[in-house]
């Protein structure tokens, strides 16, 4: 199932939010969610350049990307190592969708004979 991938912009009372969860001296203004795999907070730069690259990187998981001032976030605490665990959902995946990956792991898995093998039958 495809999710949407949200840019927020940050009201007041969701960056006190954010910085209570993740620290303080954090700088944080805007959020990425990425549907019910988690979510980063940070600057507008750094979440923006997450935005960017997942929708493309990870199109098995991400249907459309979306920027907003008005997404309710529910969990304010930043995802720990998100990229990870969306690599690990979005592999199989991919693998599922496409046959020449498929076929690559098949020839890979077969065990390649040697010389001696092959000449004396073993």
């Not at 949407?4 to 940050?10: A, E, G, P, Q, Y």
């Not at 944080?28 to 980063?40: D, K, S, V, W, Y």
């Not at 750094?46 to 690259?53: D, I």
Request: charged residues 25%; aromatic residues 10%.
């Amino acid at each position: 199932m495809k999710h949407k991938l949200v840019l927020v912009t940050l009201n007041d009372k969701q960056i006190e939010l954010a910085k209570a969860a993740n620290g303080v001296k954090k700088i944080i203004t805007h959020a990425l969610i990425c549907g019910p795999h988690g979510q980063l907070f940070g600057t507008e730069k750094f979440c923006r350049r997450y935005y960017t690259a997942w929708i493309n990187v990870f199109p098995h998981l991400f249907d459309s990307a979306v920027e907003t001032d008005t997404h309710e976030i529910i969990e304010y605490e930043s995802t720990f190592d998100l990229v990870t665990k969306l690599i690990d959902i979005h592999d199989p995946l991919e693998k599922a969708a496409n046959p020449l990956l498929q076929e690559f792991e098949k020839s890979k898995d077969r065990k390649n004979k040697g010389f001696f093998s092959r000449l004396f039958g073993s």
